[in-house]
C-alpha cells in the first residue's frame, strides 16, 4: 500500500505556481525575441531604402551631368556678369537648349526644377523634367514627368564668362531614402541623408 501511495504522489503534475513562472519566463523570451527581429527588419529595411535611393540618386545626377554637358543656351542668366553678387548665379532650377534645327525654325528646350512634394511623408521636394519643343518660336509640345523624390535640397550654381557662355555648372543635391510602398513606415526610422555634388563644364558649340 505504501508502494502505491508514493508512486501517485510522483504522477502529481506541475503545481499553479510553477506554471505561472514558466509562463512568464516563456513571454520574457517571446518579448526579447520579437523585439531582436523588429530592430533586424528595420535596419536591414533602412539600408536597402538607403542602397537603392544611392543608386536612383546616382543615375538622376549622372543623366543631369550628362544634359549640361551637351546643353546651349542657359539660364538663369545674370542681369550683370561681372557683378559677383550676380554671377555665379544660385537656383533651384535650370533651363538649357538640348537640340535646335535653326534651318527648321524648331529647338527641344529642357527645364530641371525642384517642387514641392504633395506627400510629405515621401520628404519636403522633389525633382522634376520639363522638356519642351517649339516650332518657330510657338510651343508646340510640352512634358513633364518627377525624376527623384525625397529630396531635401537642390542648388544649381551657374558661373558663366563675360558674355553668356556657362563656364562651370555645380548640382548640389540631399535626399532622403524612402520607400515608395511604405512611407510611413520609412519616416520612423532615422536614415542618413545622401548628399551628391558634381561639376561639369558645357562643351564649346561653333
Request: charged residues 25%; aromatic residues 6%.
Amino acid at each position: 500500500m505504501r508502494l502505491v501511495k508514493h508512486q501517485r504522489r510522483a504522477a502529481r503534475g506541475f503545481s499553479l505556481a510553477e506554471v505561472l513562472i514558466a509562463l512568464a519566463i516563456t513571454g520574457t523570451l517571446l518579448t526579447a525575441a520579437l523585439a531582436a527581429l523588429d530592430a533586424s527588419f528595420k535596419s536591414y529595411k533602412m539600408t536597402t531604402e538607403s542602397a537603392s535611393t544611392h543608386v536612383v540618386s546616382r543615375m538622376v545626377m549622372n543623366r543631369i551631368m550628362t544634359m549640361l554637358r551637351t546643353g546651349t543656351e542657359f539660364g538663369p542668366y545674370p542681369s550683370d556678369p561681372l557683378d559677383p553678387d550676380e554671377n555665379p548665379v544660385r537656383s533651384d532650377a535650370i533651363e538649357f537648349v538640348t537640340d535646335e534645327n535653326p534651318a527648321a525654325g524648331t529647338r527641344r528646350v529642357v527645364r530641371i526644377e525642384a517642387r514641392d512634394q504633395e506627400d510629405p511623408r515621401l520628404g519636403p521636394r522633389e525633382i522634376w523634367y520639363v522638356q519642351m519643343d517649339f516650332d518657330g518660336g510657338d510651343m508646340t509640345s510640352k512634358e513633364e514627368r518627377p525624376l527623384l523624390t525625397g529630396v531635401e535640397g537642390l542648388a544649381f550654381t551657374l558661373e558663366y564668362d563675360v558674355g553668356t557662355r556657362l563656364v562651370r555648372a555645380t548640382v548640389d543635391m540631399t535626399v532622403r531614402p524612402n520607400d515608395f510602398q511604405d512611407a510611413s513606415f520609412g519616416s520612423e526610422l532615422d536614415v542618413p541623408t545622401i548628399r551628391l555634388i558634381s561639376s561639369v563644364s558645357p562643351r564649346r558649340h561653333e
